[in-house]
């Protein structure tokens, strides 16, 4: 089924199974779900895009997919059944949520009641659909890594990103002080305005000096690192601080813990894997803690642009391009009419 006529009625969801966002195409649905006891189907109503469903769709050299194949990892909508032994919702509860084995860009989703939170009222669908994995991995990566508070220095690369402002927020709350670096003055503006002192022009790739020269040589306690470009990511690692951490955040091309003990051995490495069996029943934890900051409005979800689900394709096509800016992009699901 062509992404450009999604259909009026039934369940679809969309699949890829070529290497080209050409390749993008809605395929029908049974309507008879068997639901797990904890399990809750959600009609979505808004999926955001990020960097996995990309790599997922392209499949480039260096990046590791692991188990799942399905586009799609947040999701917001409406609570329409429950398995047996759900006790958090209701059907017609209003949600927002990860979906860890993907599948979000469709009409219905089944998640796991720990991954579900009721969405805040303050929130529309679009804009709750950016927070889940966004937040998740500035988390881990501030909080379960680097375990910040108000004398850690850290790096942020490319700061106003979507991940970016997420752990600029996040620093923000935390007390950290903040280095981040920018590419266009748009960026710059937004850092500036969310109280960012320490801006650097990542097109200079002599950043890690000039973070040196600033901090009379100390360096930061923590680097956050986004790039996968490997002069980028050594100068990110050489702003960082004697015993300090450097935590990559990277989809593709990571180093091993082996290479980057051969860069620097007087810092700690680790790798955000959100999506490893392994640290599921952390990331519950630290998914409680994110939504109760969103209830009562402390956090800030990430600026988002809405499409249409017909235009997935020329959307996945602009994000790649880099011509989306700051924005998250966001499609939004047609109403279900079943």
Sequence with gaps: MDCSSPPETGRFIL?????????????????????????????VRAASLNYRDKFLILKPSGFE??????????VSGIVTKIGSKVTKFQPSDEVYGIAVNGGTLASHVIILETHLALKPANLSFESAATVPLTYLIAWQALIGYG??????????NLGAGWIGIALVEICNFFGAEIFALSGNSERRKYLESVGVKHIYDVGGKDFGEKILADTNGQGLTVVVNSFDV????????????????FVDICNV?????????????NVRYDIVEVFNPDVQDELLKIWILITAKFQTEIFEPIPHKSFPLDMVGEV???????????????????????
């Excluded at 997919?65 to 947040?74: A, R």
């Excluded at 375990?147 to 942020?156: A, Q, T």
């Excluded at 091309?253 to 051995?265: A, D, G, P």
Aim: proline share 5%; glycine share 8%.
């Design 15 to 43: 699949s890829c199974h070529g290497h080209t966002f050409n390749d993008l195409k809605l395929i029908k649905c049974t309507n008879d779900t068997i639901i797990d006891e904890y399990g809750v189907e959600v009609e």
């Design 253 to 265: 091309n990571n180093w091993s813990k082996e290479y980057f003990s051969s860069l620097r051995t």
């Design 65 to 74: 997919p692991g188990t799942i194949d399905k586009i799609g990892f947040d």
């Design 316 to 338: 996945f096509t602009l994000f790649h391009d880099g011509k989306i800016g700051m924005c998250k992009p966001v499609i939004v699901m047609p109403k279900s009419k079943m």
């Design 147 to 156: 375990k910040i508070g108000p004398d850690d220095r850290v790096l942020v």
């Design 230 to 245: 490997p002069q980028l990511k050594e100068e990110s690692l050489r702003a960082c601080a004697d015993n300090g951490y």
